[in-house]
């Protein structure tokens, strides 16, 4: 089938061929003219001039003495006039979002030759609306009087402040065409209007011979104006892309406008006499898929190419457009192409916001944002931003094993803030890793600089960066020196502004190879094998663009564009595929998100419900049958039998020992311990910026090893505590806590800890427990420390199958005290636990077991060895109940009361000891899983298990 282009070729040949460098084709958009010329280039057999192929935009620029401005340029022209009349001070940051719709509405006024003055009048009075707009339809009248009459019922302050705002738009119009036309710049519709408005003076430059203007649809009344004056003055030739299927049927959107104009005296005679039904009267493969998630359209169609090029390795890929609703999912499309198509032409731009470059320079604004100073006044950084800029793609390149080297080293040392001492040295590096202060945009171009000669940088990445500086210069030469030193938080937000508006053209051969475009690139071309991705509602018509000062009633009442001419424009480009293609797939995202998403586009509903066409509807889905749970067991092959060894003593020394942490493990579940300690599985921990419950034993922990130790160093008169040290003791709770935090958060020796948020009230909360702590101290003094965190070692012989062997054991006990012969073995605790326990052997009970007394015995079994035999051991547990309720701090035995002397129960649990180890080295005893679920819900290896 004909091309609309190759019609309009063969269409001027046979009118115009010997007189084809005086004719003038205008299109609607400059896409259409590149084919009209290949189409040509195709048909003519001999050298020839081309015709003036031109879009309507640049025909217009053509005629006027001014030229268009760029976009940042206008809307700081426009602030400036708007603070001057309103009399305001918004900075230009906040002001960016609405200028963009005050120009849009300029644009609007002027494109559809509103008088600007009488929408801007107050009409809040009924006489103004008889005196003023005589011109106006009675239906136009009412549109507007009800608007206003609704506004006045209930005057609150923001209705006050927009009607005084409205009735001062008109001035800011007025001064700021004033300040354009002086400097010869202009926006778009004030071009168009000066056109229109002076079409008897202009002498329309390389358009005096023969005019054409072809693939028209939604005309503004500027365009209507200067073809109309085309078509009547200087017999100007119109042709129309259009097919009966909506142009005959009222009730078809699409062909809403085109109906309009078919009724107008001035167009009627340019329709055909014998309207085309391309739609209806040539077979067509129409195809309507859904598919889950938006990205897995790109996958889908990225397959169906790869088939179609393994059924004709030499089709025509020029012949295939592939139309993305969506910008967003080019670069999933273009990663999911086969390797058949080297060809691409990509016809639309690219938002800036989906670039990598922006998602490095919102890292970077968060690093500066996030800037702290300790009293020294050295530069604290926060690690979050940190490792964001270490690991992203287009840092990590520059030195991947350096830079990953430190991302660890910040992890593993849980260092919250660094220091400019704890980066590395690298020219990148060093040039993020500043305080920018009010030299925000020479910070970042410098930034930019360095990455744009980054040898790993791809091309495409280069085109990336090189657009931002391009705007950040143009950022710098518009702002006056006091707009530039703006805050952080403005900047940013301005910023962010500013790249959600910015595309990057992309640049190649538009007539050859795989066509991939936006909707609005569509129009006049024609292809053969049509995909359209993201068929949705809100993609497919497009809700964007639609915000606006003018109301929606004053809109339609000017005849201003609205909500229903933009669903009627993208009906149009809709019908407009399906026209003269022979097969068309329709893609659409089967999965939305809380806010809904997923419904497909009502110009597909009315395709499959109206039209009448043979429709194959597809769901693509993967159906996964849930299997019954499976159990995991680890079976002691050799090589788990081999792991183990490593804990059992080997010519009298062993490769690892047990700690009692682990063998609670192992009662919770077996096959977590083989996880953690046989296949060596680690938990990789994250950093904690802040102290959580997990981590606030290890602080106290630190804190009262501080205190202790630091305070018998430094008295230096022996290890005995007495009730007259507390008084010292506790003047240095603070000192004690924040070496604590330091050591947690690894600040060195010489950077002052700095507090904020949850750690401010984490440090009192230590400080109440040491102080607790001290008070049972006072009340049991005196007493000699005999140490605090003190390693102790134990080889323990053990009947391990049918053979002796001998396990390492190994613990850390929280504190050691002697008053008298007694010894206490004492366990801090921050949490819930317990000290009473029932009997020995419950201690080993998977279900009953209690972990403090099972721990306190066992530093009982590994400290007998070291003690004198005069010496009395005694467990107790520092817990919350015993610091803040006032309980025993003793192990409690629930029938013979308090343990008094652990070593009458050691025979008892080195015993069970015995045989949980046993146990664990058994051949024939597997890893197997937990039947208590529960405590699957915080396990590190609960997905693994598929459990928690």
Not at 592 to 620: A, K, P, T
Not at 686 to 705: K, T
Request: hydrophobic share 40%; proline share 4%.
């Amino acid at each position: 089938m004909k091309r609309f282009i190759q019609e309009i070729a063969e269409d001027i040949l046979q009118k115009h061929g010997a007189h084809l460098p005086d004719v003038t084709v205008i299109f609607p958009n400059r896409r259409a003219g590149l084919f009209l010329r290949e189409s040509l280039r195709e048909l003519v057999d001999k050298p020839t001039w081309s015709p003036n192929i031109i879009s309507f935009q640049d025909f217009i620029a053509q005629q006027v003495p001014t030229q268009v401005a760029d976009k940042l340029f206008l809307t700081h022209q426009l602030f400036d006039v708007y603070n001057k009349i309103m009399k305001t001070k918004e900075g230009f940051d906040r002001f960016y979002y609405w200028g963009q719709m005050l120009l849009k509405d300029f644009d609007d006024v002027d494109k559809y030759l509103v008088n600007i003055e009488n929408l801007y009048t107050n009409l809040s009075r009924q006489k103004q609306l008889d005196l003023t707009f005589d011109f106006l339809m009675p239906e136009q009248k009412e549109i507007i009087q009800r608007f206003w009459q609704g506004f006045d019922q209930t005057k609150s302050e923001q209705k006050e402040r927009f009607e005084f705002v409205w009735d001062r738009l008109f001035k800011v119009y007025t001064e700021f065409q004033n300040r354009l036309k002086k400097q010869n710049l202009a926006y778009e519709g004030m071009q168009y209007r000066y056109v229109a408005e002076n079409l008897d003076r202009l002498a329309f430059k390389k358009s005096s011979g023969p005019v054409i203007f072809a693939g028209f649809n939604a005309l503004n009344l500027a365009e209507e104006k200067v073809i109309s004056f085309f078509l009547e003055r200087k017999n100007a030739e119109m042709i129309w892309d259009l097919d009966g299927y909506y142009l005959e049927d009222d009730n078809q959107e699409a062909g809403t406008f085109l109906r309009e104009y078919r009724n107008k005296n001035i167009f009627a005679p340019t329709f055909p006499q014998d309207v085309p039904h391309f739609l209806k009267h040539n077979p067509k493969e129409i195809e309507v898929v859904g598919v889950p998630q938006y990205v897995g359209q790109a996958k889908v169609v990225g397959q169906r190419l790869g088939e179609l090029l393994a059924e004709d390795p030499h089709l025509d890929l020029r012949k295939i457009a592939v139309v993305l609703a969506d910008e967003a999912l080019l670069f999933p499309l273009l990663h999911s192409l086969p390797n058949g198509i080297e060809a691409i032409n990509v016809t639309m731009g690219f938002p800036l916001a989906y670039a990598p470059i922006n998602s490095l320079i919102e890292h970077i604004l968060d690093l500066q944002r996030t800037i702290r100073h300790d009293p020294d006044g050295n530069i604290l950084y926060s690690f979050k931003p940190v490792l964001a800029i270490l690991r992203h793609p287009l840092v990590l390149p520059f030195d991947a094993e350096e830079i990953e080297k430190l991302a660890e080293t910040i992890e593993s040392d849980n260092k919250v803030f660094l220091v400019q001492s704890d980066l590395i040295e690298h020219p990148l590096i060093s040039t993020i890793f500043q305080e920018a202060r009010d030299k925000l945009v020479t910070y970042l171009s410098i930034i930019l600089l360095v990455l744009h000669g980054g040898k790993e940088s791809t091309e495409i990445e280069i085109e990336y960066i090189h657009h931002f500086y391009q705007i950040l210069n143009r950022y710098e030469e518009l702002l006056s020196d006091e707009d530039k030193k703006t805050d952080l938080s403005s900047f940013s937000r301005l910023f962010k502004q500013l790249i959600s508006t910015e595309r990057l053209p992309f640049s190649g051969e538009p007539l050859n190879g795989l066509q991939i475009m936006g909707v609005l690139e569509t129009r006049n071309l024609d292809f053969d094998h049509v995909f359209v991705l993201s068929m949705n509602e809100n993609f497919f018509p497009s809700q964007g663009g639609k915000h606006s000062f003018i109301p929606y009633n004053l809109r339609k009442a000017y005849g201003l564009p609205n909500f229903d001419q933009q669903d009627a424009i993208y009906a149009y480009l809709f019908y407009r595929l399906l026209q003269r293609a022979s097969s068309i797939e329709f893609y659409y995202n089967t999965e939305g998100n809380d806010m809904g998403g997923e419904e497909m586009s009502r110009f597909l509903q009315q395709l499959i419900h109206e039209s009448g066409f043979e429709i194959d509807q597809r769901v693509l889905s993967s159906f996964a049958e849930l299997e019954e749970r499976r159990e995991i067991v680890i079976e002691k092959d050799e090589e788990v039998l081999e792991s183990l060894k490593r804990y059992l003593l080997n010519n009298g020394r062993s490769y690892r020992r047990l700690s009692p942490s682990a063998l609670s493990t192992y009662l919770d579940c077996r096959l977590r311990f083989y996880y953690r300690y046989v296949a060596d599985l680690y938990e990789k921990d994250g950093i904690d910026e802040d102290v959580d419950a997990r981590s606030l034993g290890n602080v106290l922990h630190y804190a009262m090893e501080v205190l202790y130790d630091d305070y018998i160093k430094e008295r230096n008169s022996g290890i005995t505590i007495r009730k007259n040290d507390f008084k010292s003791l506790r003047l240095r709770l603070e000192r004690a806590a924040v070496k604590a935090f330091r050591q947690q958060f690894s600040v060195a020796e010489d950077r002052i800890f700095y507090f904020e948020g949850k750690n401010i009230i984490a440090k009192e909360i230590i400080k109440d427990f040491m102080s607790s702590i001290l008070k049972l101290d006072e009340n049991y003094a005196p007493f000699d420390l005999i140490g605090v965190e003190k390693k102790y070692e134990l080889d323990l012989p053990v009947h391990l199958n049918n053979a002796e062997a001998v396990v390492g054991l190994r613990g850390t006990i929280d504190r050691l005290d002697k008053k008298g012969n007694n010894v206490r073995l004492i366990d801090y605790k921050t949490g819930q636990d317990k000290h009473n326990f029932d009997e020995i052997a419950l201690l080993f009970d998977r279900k009953k077991k209690n972990k403090v007394a099972f721990q306190t015995m066992y530093y009982a079994l590994l400290y007998q060895k070291e003690k004198t035999p005069e010496e009395v051991m005694v467990p107790a547990v520092f817990n919350k109940d015993a610091l803040f309720l006032g309980e025993d701090v003793l192990l409690a035995h629930k029938k013979l009361g308090e343990v008094n002397n652990a070593e009458l129960f050691l025979s008892e649990y080195t015993e069970h000891l015995k045989e949980l180890l046993a146990e664990l080295f058994d051949p024939d005893v597997p890893f197997d899983q937990t039947d208590e679920e529960q405590k699957c819900k915080f396990c590190a290896y609960n997905n693994i298990c598929a459990r928690g």
